[in-house]
């Protein structure tokens, strides 16, 4: 699930103080230069890697200014160099950690739109208020998101996010209620087995979105 530092705010409304999200994963070091290897966590790194952004490590305050990052041209991932990170032996320190990025969601969210690790967790319903499960985890299937469901009486399914089958989208407050009847949930309760190879998303890939299409929220 996606790790967030938050300030409080009032149930439905996105936080309105700074939330922490995390971007990016060191896998290791390049050069003698204090340069790092990082794992591409968002659907931004021009923007989240750009030079003078504040990072910092997840559980730690100490900021790391991005003074210089490109992709790798020659394999996945971004070279990063930092303004506080002079050295190898500094980089490695940072190897494995988790990057984080402060950012105001107020700012950063259209209406109708949540961050990934808000939908993660949220209670879907039928219209008619009953409870189907819970959104344990989320992907894409081209340009739509799927919210897996899981935990209810009718087992585990995906919930794609389109208006036509989303009618309510409020992960921040009521939830998720959908329509049944487009998602053919009437037959016997049957779970299937976990999907391999996906883990549990601490980020947003993707990192931030709702229904395509009209849906009140």
Request: proline share 8%; with cysteine.
């Amino acid at each position: 699930m996606a790790r967030s530092r938050s300030r409080s705010s009032e149930p439905g409304s996105p936080a309105a103080g700074p939330t922490r999200l995390v971007v990016g994963r060191v896998r290791g070091v390049h050069g003698l230069r204090g340069l790092v290897r990082v794992e591409v966590l968002t659907d931004r790194p021009e923007d989240r890697f750009a030079p003078g952004v504040v990072l910092y490590r997840e559980g730690n305050d100490t900021p790391l200014t991005v003074e210089s990052a490109a992709p790798i041209e020659d394999g996945p991932g971004w070279r990063i160099g930092f303004r506080e990170v002079r050295d190898r032996t500094a980089a490695d320190r940072l190897r494995l950690a988790y990057l984080e990025v402060a950012v105001d969601c107020q700012a950063e969210l259209a209406p109708g739109q949540a961050f990934w690790h808000e939908v993660v967790g949220s209670p879907v319903t039928g219209v008619d208020g009953r409870l189907l499960g819970h959104v344990a985890d989320i992907y894409r299937a081209g340009e739509t998101e799927v919210y897996v469901v899981r935990g209810g009486p009718v087992g585990e399914f995906d919930l794609p996010a389109v208006a036509g089958i989303i009618r309510t989208f409020d992960p921040r407050g009521n939830g998720i209620a959908v329509d049944e009847a487009a998602l053919d949930l009437g037959g016997r309760a049957v779970d299937r087995p976990p999907r391999p190879g996906r883990r549990a998303p601490r980020w947003s890939r993707h990192g931030k979105g709702g229904p395509r299409g009209e849906a009140s929220t």
